[in-house]
């Protein structure tokens, strides 16, 4: 090959890479969508969690579909659990239907960023924050006190669901701050 046609074919390369980078940073927020945008907002805003990482914790829990019930009927955008919602209800004072009304989209991000406060009050930490949302405090405070887990060193989980729930919802997280700057609007309060 001469080094004419090498030279074109670098530029063919390069030129096909930054196209593939453009198409793939303008097509990323179809594949990593942010919906109910407004609810989320006014719910980080209520509780003090970062809304990026509300909007994570929908994405990795339900992918945004707001009706959605597991195998484990925890029901919503961010898969609240009928006792788990009952408990919260209690403590919020509402008078919300459980389950059916955490298939609304509002009252359900409004439980799930509640809970979600409550275990970072609870833990003081994000990542065990989020394990214990996904496997449950009580399941939490008994790896802790085993000492399945430490407060610094979580590679004990053992459950391998959980044990990568905290590492993708992070990832998503950091995503969702680069992607829609979510958290600038409190960064600047």
């Known amino acids: 090959m001469t080094t004419n046609k090498k030279k074109q074919l670098r530029i063919r390369l390069l030129l096909v890479f930054l196209l ?8 990323l927020r179809a ?5 109910h945008k407004e609810d989320i907002l006014a719910a980080a805003g209520e509780y003090g969690v970062p809304a990026s990482l509300i909007a994570a914790m929908i994405k990795t829990e339900s992918g945004y579909r707001p009706t959605v019930v597991s195998g484990k009927n925890a029901y919503g955008l961010m898969q ?5 919602g009952i408990w919260i209800r209690e403590r919020m004072e509402r008078d919300d239907v459980m389950p ?36 449950g405090p009580g399941t939490v405070d008994r790896w802790l006190s085993e000492g399945t887990i430490t407060r610094e060193d979580l590679s004990g989980v053992p459950y391998g669901e959980t044990a990568q729930y905290h590492i993708k919802t992070k990832r998503i997280q950091e995503f969702y701050r680069w992607m829609y700057r979510l958290d600038d609007r409190l960064e600047e309060e």
């Not at 593939?20 to 097509?27: K, V």
């Open 100 to 135: 059916d009304d955490l298939l609304i989209p509002e009252v359900n991000i409004q439980y799930g960023t509640w809970y979600m406060h409550y275990l970072l009050n609870k833990y003081d930490q994000e990542n065990l924050a989020l394990i214990a949302y996904n496997a």
């Open 20 to 27: 593939a980078i453009i198409i793939a940073f303008f097509g």
């Open 31 to 35: 594949v990593v969508p942010l919906e």
């Open 80 to 84: 609240v659990t009928e006792s788990t």
